[in-house]
């Protein structure tokens, strides 16, 4: 149970179209989509993969901007207020892998709270006009995601969506039957500065006024079979919680827990929620370094370097789709320790350091010490993953990050790889460099021997490539349904010689 001088509440405060819900006992432990169909009959909201892979269940999901947050700046929309305070930012999530209990404070818009006056509103005209459906059953998740990205890259520019914009923003919604050419002409026609933004349809003051006065509850919620969930208000608390509880499951987006739950594969009965521990999801960027809270989402990543680390801007466009980054988490991806997790290659080369909370206070981990084994990492039972550092490459180095998968968005790696080179200009030869690869091992994986054999050498395309057989007997790569060993053997030799091209022609350019 949570200690704190603050109040505790024993129910979720969420409001969904408008109407507020406070929601308790088994209720708060389902998939929002769940609770939408079952519980309030609203069947618009569809669920097929029940992965977060065809968007047909995606929502738009609203959080009152914290202050100083860059997403409550620009992007999003709502309610005119200066320096984001009182701000509701809207993003597309799938519903499917989202639960109850992250939700707290949150507004839910589904497709049957678009209308507007009883009217379809003009993104589902629209679809109807341009005959962008015909089974229909993905459509709503379609026409929710166009609205988000209306009530977001449009607001105020007053432009409609191009179709470029609507092919990246679309990535993560799925049509097996009317083909994409419709949607787009649909998403296209409609004219932002004639519909509605959602703080039109839903006042952003009520509810961001009903979320902030409850901004420093602690939330524990039970139901009768006995599962617990806590959502802490600071880190402190979520620290002692998980000390309390070592073997409880921590949560952040949800993610990946939200599809092994619905796959049947986990059923925890403590769980602790992140969604509340505002510090836990600042970013902070200097032109030295890039400080991200361990609960602060990728697309909160993605927008904070776009223009400061391109390279790894564009890792993170191709990493799952919109609906996911704007659920998934930072710390969720290095938790997970996935061999193929997209951003580890990054943070390793970097040397990205972890700062550990416990309850003894907090403690540095640099990235390429925190793995023992696959699954296996150095965080303590009574530990959080609070915040990422990251050094930033400077002007002397140059970056490279790589991804291959089997189809180019909202895919699985089959493998990835960073590489970070320092050149002794005035001698042609390589005064330092770091190459980390995924998806050859079973964790991610750096490459001393091969580091050690470049330093020092000429930077031409016969090291490289000699290089790159030195990386071939670094790795141990397995068959699986995303590529062959062999397959990955090759592609670890042959990266470093796309490096040397891709740095070169750079150079010509």
Known sequence: MLQSAQSTRDHLLIYINGERHDVSGADAFLTLSDFLRLRLGQIGTKIVCSEGDCGACSVLVGRVA??????????????????GEGKIIYRTIDSCIQ???????????????????GLLSPVQDAMVKCHGSQCGFCTPGFVVTMAGLL???????????????????????????????????AGCSVDPGKTARICELYPDGPI?????????????VKDDRGRTVALPATLAEAVTFKAAHPGCTVVAGATDIGVQHNKGKIAPEEILCLANVAEMKRIELSNESLTVGAGATWTQVERAIKDGVPQFHGVLTVFGSP????????????????????????????????ELAGPKGSRRVDINDFYFGYKKFDLRED???????IPLPTTAQTLKLYKVSRRRDLDISTFTAAVLVELDEARGTIQNIRIAYGGVGPVVLRLPKTEAFLIGKP???SVLREAGKQARSEVTPITDVRGSAGFRLQLAKNILSRFYFDCTS????
């Open 66 to 83: 914290l202050p100083g947050d860059d997403e409550g700046k620009s992007g999003g929309h709502s309610g005119g207020n200066s320096g």
């Open 99 to 117: 639960f109850m209990y992250q939700l707290d404070r949150a507004h839910i818009v589904s497709v049957e709270g678009l209308k507007c006056n």
């Open 151 to 185: 009530e977001d890259e449009a607001a105020e520019r007053k432009e409609a969506l191009t179709p470029d914009e609507l092919r990246y923003g679309l990535t993560g919604n799925l049509c097996r039957c009317t083909g994409y050419v419709q949607i787009i002409e």
């Open 208 to 220: 961001a006024e009903a979320f902030e006065s409850h901004g420093s509850d602690n939330v524990c």
């Open 323 to 354: 609906q996911i980054r704007n659920a998934g988490t930072i710390g969720g991806n290095i938790a997970n320790a996935s061999p193929i997790a997209d951003s580890v290659p990054f943070l390793f080369v970097m040397g990205a350091e972890l």
């Open 383 to 389: 530990e959080l993953i609070a915040r990422v550092h």
């Open 459 to 461: 930077f031409e395309e």
């Open 506 to 509: 750079m150079a010509g350019a």
